[in-house]
Structure formats: structure tokens, C-alpha cells
């Protein structure tokens, strides 16, 4: 573990019960290394945020010990995994469809902290307003990545066969 990911665990274990208890709306901007998170009252006043490390250790420390929660995070390639997980913990989790959330996609004042604190304001005022989607589940989405791989693979083998053939053909060879 690298000192950074063993800081940012530490600073999870620093949230006291009563302000879990206070918070009612997370919102989560997922990363690929870090997430940064921002915790709502019901009116509407951050009570914690926080970085977590985005990976499986670190998101179940820090959302098993937060009771039921509403989690609002956007759709990516880390949301299918994070929104199994949350769910397992009993949360409500919300993915924003990140295409159609304007208040973030085109906001100009870009950062994760900001993200964050819009996907909760949005998720404890109207859910709607995140065009919320629906993932597959865990095993239909192998079945489609299972069929990806394969649509690459043959792309691949195309063209290499392709490449072999044009490049011996300078040289009086035709292949079959």
C-alpha cells in the first residue's frame, strides 16, 4: 500500500458516527486513482467530503460503516463496480447520466470537489435532474465484454492477415 492510499484510509476513520448520522446525500466523482466525496444534510449544508481511494478496500471501509445513505455518483467505467458494491451496503445509489447532466458536463469550474458536492445537492433536491440510468448486471456485462474481446480480436486478426499479404506482394508472393 502506498503511503497516499494508507493517508487517505486514515482520514475515512476520522468521520465520528454522529456526523454520519447528519449526512443524508453523498455525492461520489469517481477516479481512477481517487474519488473525491461530499456529504449532505437534509438542508442541503456539506458536512464532510472527503478523498477516498478508488478501490474495492477503501470504498467498503468507508460505506459500510455510513448506514443507509442516498449516493449519487456518474456513470463511467469504475460506476458499475462502486454502484454493486454500495448497493450490497444497502444503499440507495443513483447513477447520473454524465451526457445529459449539463450543471457538471459543462460546468467551467471542473474539479472533483465541485462534482461532488453538485451530484449530492442534485440527488437530495430532485432525482430526475440526473437522468438516472440503470446498469447491467454483473453477468450480462461479461457476456457483452466476452463478445467485445472477440469483435477485437477478429479486427485484429484481419488486419494482420491483410498487412502480411500487401507486404509480400512487392516481392512477387501471393499469399492464399
Given amino acids: 500500500m502506498t503511503k497516499s492510499n494508507s493517508s487517505a484510509e486514515v482520514k475515512m476513520t476520522r468521520i465520528s458516527s454522529s456526523v454520519w ?3 443524508t446525500t453523498i455525492g461520489l466523482d469517481l477516479g481512477d486513482r481517487f474519488s473525491k466525496w461530499c456529504g449532505i444534510d437534509s438542508e442541503g449544508n456539506v458536512v464532510a467530503e472527503e478523498r477516498v481511494s478508488t478501490t474495492t478496500p477503501a ?3 468507508l460505506f459500510s460503516v455510513a448506514g443507509r445513505k442516498r449516493v449519487a455518483i456518474e456513470t463511467g467505467t469504475h460506476s458499475p463496480w462502486v454502484s454493486r458494491l454500495l448497493e450490497s451496503f444497502g444503499h440507495e445509489v443513483i447513477v447520473a447520466n454524465s451526457r445529459k447532466v449539463q450543471l457538471i458536463s459543462k460546468n467551467r469550474q471542473k474539479d472533483d470537489r465541485h462534482d461532488a458536492r453538485t451530484l449530492a445537492r442534485l440527488a437530495r433536491f430532485d432525482v430526475e435532474l440526473l437522468y438516472p440510468i440503470r446498469h447491467r ?5 461479461s457476456h457483452l465484454e466476452l463478445l467485445r474481446a472477440r469483435d477485437v480480436l477478429v479486427a485484429v486478426r484481419t488486419k494482420i492477415v491483410n498487412h502480411i499479404r500487401g507486404a509480400v506482394k512487392p516481392f512477387g508472393v501471393r499469399l492464399p
Avoid: G
Fill in 137 to 141: 448486471s454483473q453477468t450480462i456485462q
Fill in 59 to 61: 470504498m467498503a471501509k
Fill in 21 to 23: 448520522q447528519r449526512i
